[in-house]
């Protein structure tokens, strides 16, 4: 197995900041399942939702993984929150589940400086209902393919990474 970490958790959780810290911490490059795909795309996610739908971003993510577990090592995956489907998760390196629970994952979106911005890019919170419907449906399937789970909630992003670092970069 690659040794790789992997970020999983629902949108908004907190991923993207907490590889940043990671990263500020350790040293680890890090890559985004996201950034990639638009890079690939040339798009957005948003519009990639939009123009193509969910089962073709989907297809997009089986192929970064697919990337990923043949080219990556040593290297610090931040995912999207849909990203824990993929076949070869495993493959690609430990997973690490940030956890919290969804009003808490709101609560952060919604109260961010940059709220409307952070909303927009996240198709499937468009409506808060089903957002948290589909939290409900993933949170357990989360739990099921993760190695290691770190709760975040009411912790800094300074201490979710040192965490991280403590229990599986050490």
């Known amino acids: 197995m690659a040794k790789n970490i992997v970020l999983i958790g629902f949108m908004g959780v907190g991923k993207g900041s907490v590889a940043r810290e990671i990263v500020r911490q350790s040293g680890i490059v890090a890559v985004d399942t996201d950034d990639l795909i638009e890079s690939m795309e040339n798009r957005k996610i948003k519009k990639i939702f939009e123009e193509e739908g969910e089962p073709y971003f989907r297809e997009r993510e089986r192929r970064v993984a697919k990337w990923l577990h043949k080219n990556v090592d040593n290297t610090l995956v931040s995912t999207g929150g849909g990203f824990y489907k993929v076949k070869n ?32 890019k996240r198709p499937l919170f468009q409506d808060v209902a089903k957002a948290r419907a589909l939290y409900d449906e993933r949170e357990p399937q989360y739990m099921e393919v993760a190695d290691v789970v770190i709760d975040v909630s009411g912790k800094s992003v300074e201490k979710v990474a040192e965490e991280i670092i403590e229990k599986v970069m050490q």
């Open 89 to 120: 998760l495993h493959k690609i390196g430990t997973v690490v589940l940030l956890h919290a629970d969804f009003d808490t994952i709101y609560r952060r979106i919604v109260e961010h400086p940059n709220a409307e911005r952070k909303l927009k």
